[in-house]
């Protein structure tokens, strides 16, 4: 393991290349109008770590400033700036994230695998039936009763909200100091539109390097978003109307998780192929895909095995959620909310 002289002597040498960049940029300004990060840059004339930090998170990746650049690589200036603003982007990760320690492919297939195990142990300790058989087709609590199942689910979720909600609290009192900032409504209203219709993703119009690259993140994320929905609105029934599970096909819960389970597994595919997987985008689609298996086999006798695949997805997911690319939509929304209280 390196020391810590050894990464603060690499975290100093990435800054100060990001500095060096920035300052050719600053002075260049040919790229004004491609995205808010170079208007943003204007407004400094001296760059400070939390001014790249902010920098590189409000970029969202598109390439055409690299494409423009009459300086990129192979002339001498060597300015690239969407390689040194991902450079920063994952320190910033690091960084703010608590533990410092991102999981691996292996540890996260490790930790899917035991996470089963347990399940499958504690299905057959809470019914009595070794082979996970529900007599009454769909019917979760015949596999996992109400109560472990939502510690199950609740526990890492109430994890990954409390370690994400205290990295943004760190980052935003990094890159903008005052708390206060945060409780501007009207500017939230159009920070979310940017955020949610990922419009500095167009590169002033035109569009990402990447074709499809900003359609598939659109998709993925609003498949989340229905996920989401889908998960609500059942607690609503089943807590607040006395309706328990399973649901009719029509109904809320069915309707808004089948949409955002085949929108994740589009989305999430997409960028896959284009891009490569990461450790959460793997774990994305083996949630939105247990998911539609166990909906699709609902009545077959291979819904409780299925069942437990998918609560064991939605355990790892969010439990490594902090420490994967999730991060990045906080971080990327609340630089985005930075720079409309700057303008």
Excluded at 5 to 18: M, N, P, R, S
Excluded at 69 to 90: I, N, S, T, W
Aim: hydrophobic share 45%; charged share 15%; glycine share 10%.
């Amino acid at each position: 393991m390196p020391s810590d002289d050894l990464c603060g002597d690499l975290f100093g040498d990435l800054f100060e290349e990001a500095e060096r960049q920035l300052t050719i940029c600053n002075s260049c300004r040919y790229c004004a109008g491609y995205c808010p990060v170079w208007p943003a840059l204007e407004l400094r004339t001296t760059l400070k770590r939390e001014d790249m930090t902010h920098l590189a998170n409000l970029c969202h990746d598109c390439g055409d400033c690299l494409t423009a650049c009459m300086y990129a690589p192979p002339h001498q200036f060597a300015v690239d700036p969407p390689k040194v603003f991902a450079e920063v982007r994952q320190d910033s990760y690091r960084r703010y994230v608590w533990p410092q320690r991102k999981p691996g492919p292996r540890a996260t297939g490790l930790a899917f695998t035991v996470v089963c195990l347990v399940l499958a142990v504690l299905s057959w300790l809470f019914t009595g039936r070794p082979f996970v058989v529900a007599d009454t087709p769909g019917d979760p609590y015949e596999i996992l009763p109400h109560t472990p199942l939502l510690i199950a689910v609740g526990a890492p979720s109430l994890w990954a909200a409390g370690m994400l909600g205290w990295a943004a609290l760190r980052y935003w009192r990094d890159i903008h100091g005052s708390m206060a900032g945060l409780f501007r409504p009207r500017v939230w209203a159009t920070t979310f539109h940017q955020a949610v219709q990922l419009k500095h993703m167009t590169g002033g119009g035109a569009d990402c390097e990447r074709p499809g690259r900003r359609g598939y993140h659109r998709v993925l994320l609003y498949g989340f978003g229905l996920c989401v929905v889908s998960t609500t609105s059942a607690a609503f029934l089943q807590n607040v109307l006395g309706v328990h599970p399973p649901y009719g096909y029509l109904s809320v819960p069915v309707i808004s998780g089948s949409a955002g389970g085949i929108a994740m597994l589009v989305g999430g595919t997409g960028l896959w192929v284009r891009s490569g997987g990461t450790g959460f985008l793997w774990a994305l689609l083996v949630l939105a895909a247990t998911g539609m298996l166990t909906l699709l086999f609902r009545e077959t006798v291979v819904f409780g095995p299925l069942l437990l695949l998918h609560v064991g997805a939605v355990v790892v997911a969010f439990g490594i959620a902090p420490y994967t690319k999730f991060v990045h939509g906080i971080f990327r929304t609340l630089s985005i909310h930075h720079d409309n209280l700057e303008r």
